[in-house]
């Protein structure tokens, strides 16, 4: 995005998780630090929030109505205009063969909850400014 010829961060984020706490949560964590954040109660939403907004990064919880996240993960890397925005995989599940999934699908990173807020954020910053390049 450019305004007056230059190129402007929106840092804008999708947060697309079933668990109302969690959105507020992670979108007072975001908002605090100076991202937009837009949300999504399920796979559904988080897909037509992701093609209309373009956002910098996606994070995205496993489990959640209509499409799982490695479902939307898998879309996201499939549609040209959005397989550069860096995803993160924030998931209770456990088991190593989910993270893995997570990696094969196109996942840019996967965290364990519960999860240190300020790590997350760091993480966030990190892949969004590799991303820009």
Excluded: W
Aim: with cysteine.
């Amino acid at each position: 995005m450019t305004e007056g010829g230059k190129d402007v961060k929106r840092n804008l984020i999708v947060v697309a998780d079933d668990d109302p706490i969690v959105i507020k949560f992670l979108s007072a964590i975001f908002q605090d630090e100076g991202f937009v954040v837009r949300v999504a109660e399920d796979g559904e939403k988080a897909l037509k929030i992701i093609a209309e907004a373009r956002p910098d990064l996606v994070i995205l919880d496993l489990v959640m109505p209509y499409h799982d996240g490695f479902e939307v993960c898998q879309r996201i890397r499939a549609r040209a205009e959005t397989a550069h925005v860096p995803v993160i995989i924030l998931s209770m599940k456990e088991k190593e063969a989910d993270a893995l999934r997570a990696f094969e699908v196109g996942a840019d990173d996967y965290i364990r909850k519960p999860f240190n807020a300020m790590e997350l954020v760091a993480r966030a910053r990190k892949l969004m400014n590799n991303s820009r390049g």
